[in-house]
């Protein structure tokens, strides 16, 4: 299981527009706290499928996309309800980066705790 590249033309479609919520990570491969929190995203998108989309931006190849929603670097992660979205603060220690605990309890502020994983 890969998560789905997003582009600024499918962005509108995939993210804004959706009904379910979505999560965005905004990544590169020469990232190396990039490439430790893609095997995190990919479990909990198996975990939280059919309940939250997960997606990737690539930071190099969508420069637009990122200037938008990633201005003070990578990893950053999004995620939209509704079509609002709110950044995932990064942790206080820069080198512990996002863990997985961490997003769940997102997931679960972000909607409420509506989610049931089955």
Same mark, same amino acid.
């Given at each position: ?37 893609? $095997? ?10 059919? &309940?939250? +989309? =997960? /997606? *990737? #931006?690539? %930071? ?30 990064? $942790? ?10 961490? &997003?769940? +309890? =997102? /997931? *679960? #502020?972000? %909607? ?7």
């Amino acid at each position: 299981m890969n998560l789905e590249l997003l582009t600024l033309l499918n962005f509108q479609e995939k993210v804004i527009q959706s009904s379910k919520p979505s999560m965005v990570l905004f990544s590169n491969d020469g990232c190396h706290l990039c490439t430790q929190l893609k $095997p995190i995203c990919l479990k909990l998108a198996e975990e939280y499928s059919g &309940l939250i +989309n =997960f /997606f *990737n #931006v690539d %930071t190099l190849e969508e420069e637009k996309l990122t200037e938008i929603f990633s201005d003070d670097g990578v990893p950053t992660i999004y995620f939209f309800v509704n079509g609002d979205g709110t950044e995932i603060p990064y $942790p206080a220690d820069e080198n512990s980066g996002y863990d997985e605990k961490t &997003l769940r +309890n =997102f /997931f *679960n #502020v972000f %909607t409420s705790g509506k989610l049931k994983i089955v």
